[in-house]
C-alpha cells in the first residue's frame, strides 16, 4: 500500500514539473507598473515636479521571465536628464534602451504615459519646526503637568528650491494616546512630503502625566501693587485661602511662595464698589479652584 502511494506521488510531482516547465517555456503578454527614477542629475540640482510617479509597461516575455520578475521584485523605469536643468519634456519610449532588465528579457509593446514632463531645480535647505499631530485622552483623574516636548524640534530639510518655499513646518503622523495614566516618551515618525529630504525621519514625543488632586494654600499674603508714594491702599482681610489643582507631585512641591496674590492701586481706584477681586498667578499646569475669599474690602487713603 506504502509502494502504491509512493509511485502516485511521485508521478503526481512528475506531473506537475512538467506542466510548470512548458508554462514556463510559454510566451506571455503583461502589463506591470513600476516607479519613475531619475539620472544623471547635475550636482546641487533635483527633480522639482514630474508630470508621472510611475509608468505601465506592456511587455512580453517567456513565462520563466516574468518568474523571475515576481521573485526578483518589480524595478524602476530610469530617466536620464542629461544634466539639463529647467522644464523638460521626453518621450518615455527613447529610455527604453537605457534600462537593460527590460531589453535583455522582454519586448516593450506599449508605454503609458507616452510623454513625461519634469523639472530640473537647484537643491536648496532649510530649518522647520516639527508639530505634533497628536490625539490625548487621560485616564480619568489624570492629566498633563508638562508642556508635550518633541525632540528634535526643528530638522533641517532639503530639496528644490520652490517646493521649499511652500513647507514651513513638518508634522509627525497622526498618533492616538488613550487611557494615559504616565509618563509619555514615544517614538513616532515624521510625515515627509514628497520631493523633500530630511535629516532626521522620527522624532520621540514627551511629556509628565500625573494624578490631579486639590491642595489648599492657607494664609496667602496679598501685596498690593502700583500705589503712589502719598497715597495708601489698605486690605481687609490680608490674606486669603487658594485651592489648586494640579499633578499630585507637582503640587506637593509648592509652598506659599509659589503662588501670588495683589490688587493693584489703579484698578482700586476705578472700582465703584468697596471691594476687589485680587488676582491670583499661579504655576503652569494648575488651575485655580477657590478662593476665600473672592472679594476684599479696601480704602484709599491719601496724605
Not at 47 to 67: D, H, M, N, P
Not at 88 to 102: G, S, T, V, Y
Request: charged share 25%; aromatic share 8%; with cysteine.
Amino acid at each position: 500500500m506504502k509502494k502504491q502511494i509512493l509511485k502516485i506521488s511521485l508521478i503526481i510531482l512528475f506531473s506537475c514539473g512538467l506542466w510548470i516547465s512548458v508554462s514556463l517555456s510559454e510566451t506571455y503578454i503583461s502589463t506591470i507598473e513600476v516607479p519613475v527614477t531619475f539620472t544623471d542629475l547635475p550636482k546641487n540640482y533635483s527633480i522639482g515636479y514630474s508630470s508621472a510617479e510611475t509608468v505601465l509597461l506592456q511587455i512580453k516575455g517567456r513565462g520563466w521571465e516574468f518568474a523571475n520578475l515576481s521573485i526578483t521584485g518589480k524595478k524602476h523605469f530610469d530617466v536620464s536628464v542629461h544634466r539639463r536643468i529647467g522644464k523638460l519634456k521626453n518621450d518615455l519610449k527613447n529610455f527604453i534602451e537605457a534600462n537593460n532588465w527590460l531589453t535583455s528579457t522582454f519586448q516593450v509593446i506599449e508605454i503609458a504615459p507616452s510623454q513625461i514632463e519634469y523639472s530640473v531645480e537647484r537643491v536648496g535647505s532649510k530649518l522647520v519646526p516639527i508639530v505634533g499631530d497628536l490625539k490625548i485622552e487621560f485616564k480619568e483623574g489624570y492629566g498633563p503637568t508638562s508642556l508635550v516636548k518633541i525632540d528634535p524640534d526643528k530638522i533641517e530639510i532639503t530639496g528644490p528650491s520652490n517646493l521649499l518655499q511652500t513647507i514651513d513646518t513638518l508634522k509627525t503622523l497622526h498618533h492616538s494616546l488613550s487611557g494615559i495614566s504616565n509618563n509619555v516618551r514615544t517614538e513616532i515618525p515624521i510625515y515627509i512630503p514628497d520631493g523633500i529630504n530630511v535629516t532626521e525621519k522620527n522624532c520621540t514625543v514627551e511629556f509628565e502625566v500625573q494624578k490631579i488632586v486639590d491642595k489648599t494654600f492657607e494664609s496667602l499674603f496679598v501685596e498690593t501693587r502700583n500705589v503712589p508714594e502719598n497715597k495708601e491702599l489698605n486690605l481687609s482681610p490680608v490674606k486669603i485661602n487658594v485651592v489648586l489643582r494640579g499633578g499630585i507631585n507637582k503640587l506637593g512641591r509648592l509652598t506659599n511662595d509659589s503662588l501670588s496674590a495683589f490688587v493693584d492701586y489703579w484698578k482700586a481706584l476705578k472700582e465703584t464698589g468697596k471691594t476687589i477681586e485680587p488676582v491670583i498667578q499661579i504655576p503652569p499646569f494648575t488651575s485655580l479652584v477657590n478662593v476665600h475669599p473672592k472679594k476684599l474690602e479696601y480704602i484709599i487713603k491719601q496724605y
